[in-house]
């Protein structure tokens, strides 16, 4: 999904270059690049620390309810690293047309993962993944 995403802010970004930027546009595509390295990697140590899975298309076979750390702050922070590699990514392209996909992206998991993942924690862990989505946002 993420590279089908990818694939098409590049369509987006030759075909109908929109308000081309500078080369410094560029440069900033590092921020979010890393933060993404960052995040992604964070929150991958805390589910290999509980021993789940990391697997988002099997979510019933996750034995543990990961709430800390970078869970601390966003429910998806896999999710959200995914989208900020396309936010540098279209950083780096310097047009304005590439940017139409990411709230593409965002509706698309959020419909097709997201919240078949959050039914089945709910299924499986019940009043603590209700407590902990009563506290934490899904993206920020």
């Given amino acids: 999904m993420t590279l089908a995403a990818g694939a098409a802010m590049w369509g987006l970004d030759r075909w109908y270059p929109v308000a081309r930027g500078t080369g410094t546009w560029r440069g900033l595509a590092a921020v979010p690049g890393l933060l993404a390295i960052l995040l ?24 543990h309810l990961v709430t800390g750390g970078v869970y601390r702050w966003t429910r998806n922070p896999m999710y959200l690293g995914l989208l900020l590699l396309l936010a540098a990514w279209a950083l780096w392209m310097r047009s304005a047309a590439p940017w139409v996909v990411l709230p593409l992206f965002v509706g698309f998991l959020t419909v097709a993962q997201i919240r078949p993942e959050e039914a089945a924690l709910q299924r499986r862990f019940g009043e603590a993944y209700d407590a902990y989505r009563a506290r934490v946002r899904r993206w920020l």
């Fill in 40 to 63: 992604v990697a964070s929150a991958l140590r805390r589910f290999r620390a509980a021993g789940t899975t990391v697997n988002p298309l099997d979510p019933d076979a996750a034995s």
